[in-house]
T-cell receptor, first 116, second 111 residues
Framework: IAGITQAPTSQILAAGRRMTLRCTQD?????MYWYRQDLGLGLRLIHY???????GKGEVPDGYSVSRANTDDFPLTLASAVPSQTSVYFC???????????????FGPGTRLTVL | DQQVKQNSPSLSVQEGRISILNCDYT??????FLWYKKYPAEGPTFLIS?????DKNEDGRFTVFLNKSAKHLSLHIVPSQPGDSAVYFC??????????FGPGTRLSVLP
């Protein structure tokens, strides 16, 4: 593994189902992030974690939850998916968690999720 | 209301010419700016950054200009190459807080 991996690559999901998007990094970065990308809106922050054991809400957290049990993994869960959660989801990480807005973020390849 | 705007959804440029991608922001507290490039089916990759204490930063063919009074920054690519065809995102942060991204501009460099 080099960098950030995300799984699955794509998924079609029925509304109301539960789904967990996986993200793993091998760079020992402190901070990790989940974004969604929608046409015309760019990347919007869903949740973030400045260090293992802590999480925070981003711009669009409703309907999503995260956990950060260790440094490497940062799964994103949709408890009951809705069609408006159809999007491309990107996981990212950065070295320092103390000042995320001054640190380059490294992105995974993305997960394309379609909720019907 | 979007705090970071990229008003041109797309831009086409001839190979060898200059590409200028623009970004405007509304939050005067933003003090650090990044540009990311994104190819289809890949995650964004970091391109270049600029701090508000500077008005220009250069890295090879890429130069970012910052005009704080106008709350405007631009990315210049000279000369443009077909491999530069991608979506470019501008991102801004204030005092080390999380980044806010613009909607992106799709650049097409024509051979």
């Amino acid at each position: 593994i080099a960098g950030i991996t995300q799984a699955p690559t794509s998924q079609i999901l029925a509304a109301g189902r539960r789904m967990t998007l996986r993200c793993t990094q091998d760079m020992r970065h402190n901070a990790m992030y989940w974004y969604r990308q929608d046409l015309g809106l760019g990347l919007r922050l869903i949740h973030y974690s400045n260090t293992a054991g802590t999480t925070g809400k981003g711009e669009v957290p409703d309907g999503y939850s995260v956990s950060r049990a260790n440094t490497d993994d940062f799964p994103l869960t949709l408890a009951s998916a809705v069609p408006s959660q159809t999007s491309v989801y990107f996981c990212a990480s950065s070295d320092t968690g103390t000042s995320p807005g001054s640190d380059t973020q490294y992105f995974g390849p993305g997960t394309r999720l379609t909720v019907l | 209301d979007q705090q970071v705007k990229q008003n041109s959804p797309s831009l086409s440029v001839q190979e060898g010419r200059i590409s200028i991608l623009n970004c405007d922001y509304t939050n005067s507290m933003f003090d650090y700016f990044l540009w990311y490039k994104k190819y289809p089916a890949e995650g964004p990759t970091f391109l270049i950054s600029i701090s508000s204490i500077k008005d220009k930063n250069e890295d090879g063919r890429f130069t970012v200009f910052l005009n704080k009074s106008a709350k405007h920054l631009s990315l210049h690519i000279v000369p443009s190459q077909p491999g530069d065809s991608a979506v470019y995102f501008c991102a801004a942060s204030a005092y080390g807080q999380n980044f806010v991204f613009g909607p992106g501009t799709r650049l097409s460099v024509l051979p």
